[in-house]
């Protein structure tokens, strides 16, 4: 039985935003707002000039919390996973004796389980590409990343089409999302199964891909280096996550401290497309 949904919200207020500061360069801050919620009206740093009221938390009380601020970056962290944290597990038995748990946040406030995995009519590889940005890939080493793809999806899928082995055919889509439409960036990660680019804004879209038995994320970093971000995310929504430092990878369970070393910034971030294409290929195939 799921809960009743959310009251609805009619404003959001950004206290200490100028009116373009709440707004991503890529425009899906606004993108996003409008779609989820057409009626909201937006407030920020004069409106609430205006206003005489004791504001509840902000940004930067976000950042000064132990999850936030220490671990991981995100600000939803501090309410999501708290409330993971406090949460029971409520045993049933039905008719058959079977036993299955149901979470419950509170007393009275039952939470649906994540869904079941998702079906995808193929294996979509997206890697974003950072080649035109500040931080990206050496140059040889991306062309030989791709490479490494390109073989690994036409062996696989010529394998397939042989009969040698069954299965989905596989896809890869090498893409520049500044170069792509919203709407075309949003069709392609809701088809996409594993995510791969260097730390960056473009895989925030990984909130969009399907959860799939297999749907990963793996987040390309300088060596040494490493941030929460995204690692955070691809956790909480129940997905499997690999951070790439050259031609090794962690998981969540084994996540390095954060790090920003020098080079992490840089134009001259080495990768091995072999490592990639074997990983995502266990991944796939069940392996991890």
């Known amino acids: 039985m799921h ?91 039905d008719g058959e004796g079977v036993a299955f748990d149901t979470p419950y946040l509170s007393d009275n406030a039952p939470v649906s389980p994540l869904p079941e995995f998702e079906e995808t009519e193929k294996i979509v590889i997206t890697y974003v590409s950072r080649q035109n940005s500040r931080r990206r890939l050496i140059d040889e080493d991306h062309e030989a990343l791709v490479k490494n793809l390109e073989a690994l999806v036409q062996r696989k899928n010529a394998a397939i089409q042989s009969g040698d082995i069954t299965g989905k055919k596989w896809e890869l889509n090498v893409v520049m999302a500044e170069k792509m439409t919203k709407d075309d960036q949003i069709r392609l990660a809701a088809r996409t199964t594993i995510l791969l680019g260097v730390h960056g804004n473009g895989l925030s879209h990984l909130i969009l891909i399907p959860h799939t038995n297999v749907s990963a994320v793996v987040e390309m970093f300088y060596p040494g280096g490493f941030a929460h971000d995204y690692e955070w995310t691809t956790r909480a929504l129940g997905m499997r996550y690999f951070g790439v430092w050259n031609d090794t990878y962690f998981t969540s369970e084994n996540t390095p401290p954060v790090q920003y070393p020098e080079g992490f910034q840089g134009t001259q971030i080495p990768v091995d497309g072999l490592t990639i294409a074997s990983l995502i290929e266990k991944r796939i195939g069940g392996e991890l």
Do not use: M
């Not at 205006?50 to 991981?72: H, I, K, M, P």
């Open 3 to 93: 809960p009743a949904p959310p009251p609805a919200i009619h404003r959001a207020i950004f206290p200490h935003s100028p009116n373009t500061g709440w707004r991503d360069d890529p425009g899906f801050n606004g993108y996003f707002l409008r779609a989820a919620f057409p009626s909201l009206t937006v407030e920020v740093d004069l409106d609430w000039n205006d206003r005489v009221l004791a504001y509840v938390t902000d940004r930067s009380a976000a950042f000064r919390g132990e999850l936030c601020g220490a671990q991981n970056q995100r600000i939803a962290s501090e309410s999501v996973d708290a409330l993971i944290a406090r949460s029971k597990l409520d045993k049933h038995v």
